[in-house]
């Protein structure tokens, strides 16, 4: 099996010795495939594709160090300009906010021939895997290409090895049959084309049926018929392995150190506009000027740290991030409190840390493919912790029942979700915490996995 994403399972930095350090790589593609692949034997070894992502990984692929634990690693050393425009322009200020709903369309985007130029990178990047994996692939041997980065790999895949089963799997939502006209003609026909060759998956019935009206929209009816749900949820081991290091314990201890017997409000994100941080603050600040009882008695902590930096969008929404929770402080600290708390390091065993923690756990994004956050807490929480999540998010499919409902636009609602969990009767947090619990982890990545291989024809039960 080859696996192919952008972002791949490590990261690699240079040590003092002159050697590499490998960190696993963020993201749900990554803890939900990485555990799993490491853990096939020899004769299953899956060969794992992705691109070099700065200087330490290319200097790892050029040293010939590039590798990890129980998988085959082919890291693409491809042209820096090329991919900074297939990366930073299309995937991610295009793309990504075309799925996510994020375009401020009187203003963005703007397709000049910069842009142009910026998607012939797009196509020459997919065209550049397309090759790798059409190189390497064994005769039959089945190829899983990963979210809206490759949306061209499995078109141009199965021009170049018909021979070779193909799948797709969109880890972001899927933007409707409006939206998708919003890109020029020949983008809009050369995704959907790529991603209706085959099968296509996605995490939630919602996104499929958007992708498969888009389909349609651009190329015409029965486009898109071949599209498939399959979620996944945690790997459960990797995650106890996690919440039982010294790491988590070190991390747990400075939380029961800051927090005392204050409730905890938790969020864990990458800093990233559709995850909607600011308005949490806001909602959180609306909270506390409406029910003066919580003021002293409860701290929201966010763990939340740096994600595509080469972007303006990204800092300037940053910078508004650090606003929001500086205003809340100023607004509301006493001498003995501060309602926010911002812990900034990207350590996977301090959020680890603070979803064992949590009395409420808020995950408001404005849309997200699934948000593993919202599973990760609720198998993790030893509190009976309340889980208010977005509508928006694809995790709310199966975890809406025994979550709060939050509305991600309106503060005031936000704010009442905030107040009912932090409120709720330990017997109600308890039932919802139990039935939380069962279902963050009924769908698991082997499950999930299993769910593509079938799509392709191949073998089950990897
Ligand atoms: O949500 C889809 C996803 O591909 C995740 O796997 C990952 O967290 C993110 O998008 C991509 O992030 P990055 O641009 O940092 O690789």
Not at 111 to 125: G, K, L, N, S, T
Not at 366 to 384: F, Q, S
Request: charged share 25%.
């Amino acid at each position: 099996m080859i696996v192919v994403s952008h972002r791949g399972p490590y990261s690699f930095t240079r040590n003092p010795d002159g050697g590499f350090d490998a960190r696993r790589g963020a993201g749900g593609v990554v803890s939900a495939l990485s555990p799993l692949l490491a853990r096939l034997g020899d004769d299953e070894r899956a060969l794992w594709v992705a691109a070099a992502i700065g200087d330490g990984d290319r200097a790892a692929v050029r040293a010939g160090a590039a590798s990890a634990p129980g998988i085959d690693l082919a890291l693409l050393d491809l042209d820096e300009v090329q991919h900074r425009l297939h990366y930073d322009v299309v995937s991610n200020s295009v793309l990504w906010f075309l799925h996510h709903g994020l375009f401020d369309l009187p203003r963005r985007p703007r397709f000049d021939a910069r842009a142009r130029e910026a998607w012939d990178a797009y196509v020459a990047v997919n065209a550049g895997f397309a090759e790798c994996i059409a190189e390497r692939a064994r005769p039959g041997e089945v190829v899983l290409v990963q979210d809206y980065q490759l949306a061209l790999v499995p078109g141009m895949l199965r021009e170049r090895r018909p021979d070779v089963p193909v799948v797709h799997f969109t880890h972001t939502p899927f933007c409707g049959p409006s939206s998708i006209r919003v890109l020029p003609d020949h983008m809009a026909q050369a995704l959907c084309r790529s991603m209706a060759s085959g099968p296509a998956g996605f995490h939630t019935r919602r996104w499929a049926a958007a992708f498969a009206a888009s389909a349609r929209e651009v190329l015409g009816p029965g486009a898109g018929d071949t599209t498939f749900a399959a979620s996944f949820g945690p790997d459960l081991d990797d995650l106890r392995a996690t919440a039982a290091s010294a790491e988590t314990a070190a991390a747990t201890a400075d939380l029961d150190d800051l927090l005392g017997d204050r409730l905890m409000i938790f969020r864990t994100d990458r800093i990233e506009p559709s995850k909607n941080i600011v308005r949490g603050f806001a909602a959180y600040d609306l909270l506390l000027e409406e029910h003066p009882e919580w003021r002293g008695r409860v701290v929201f902590v966010a763990s939340i740290y740096p994600s595509r930096q080469g972007l303006a969008e990204y800092l300037a929404y940053a910078n508004e991030v650090d606003r929001a929770a500086a205003r809340v402080n100023e607004r509301w600290s006493t001498g003995d409190w501060q309602p926010v708390v911002v812990d900034a390091e990207d350590a996977f065993a301090r959020s680890v840390a603070g979803l064992l923690r949590y009395d409420a756990l808020l995950v408001n994004p404005i849309k997200d493919g699934l948000n593993l956050v919202a599973k990760e807490g609720p198998a993790l929480n030893r509190r009976g912790g309340v889980l208010c999540l977005s509508r928006e998010a694809g995790a709310y499919d199966e975890m809406g029942d025994g979550a709060l409902a939050v509305h991600p636009y309106d503060l005031v609602q936000t704010a009442g979700a905030l107040h009912e969990a932090l409120s709720m009767p330990a017997g109600e947090r308890d039932r919802r915490a139990a039935l939380l619990a069962e279902r963050a982890v009924a769908r698991t990545p082997a499950m999930w996995l299993d769910d593509q291989l079938a799509r392709a024809g191949g073998p089950a039960g990897a």
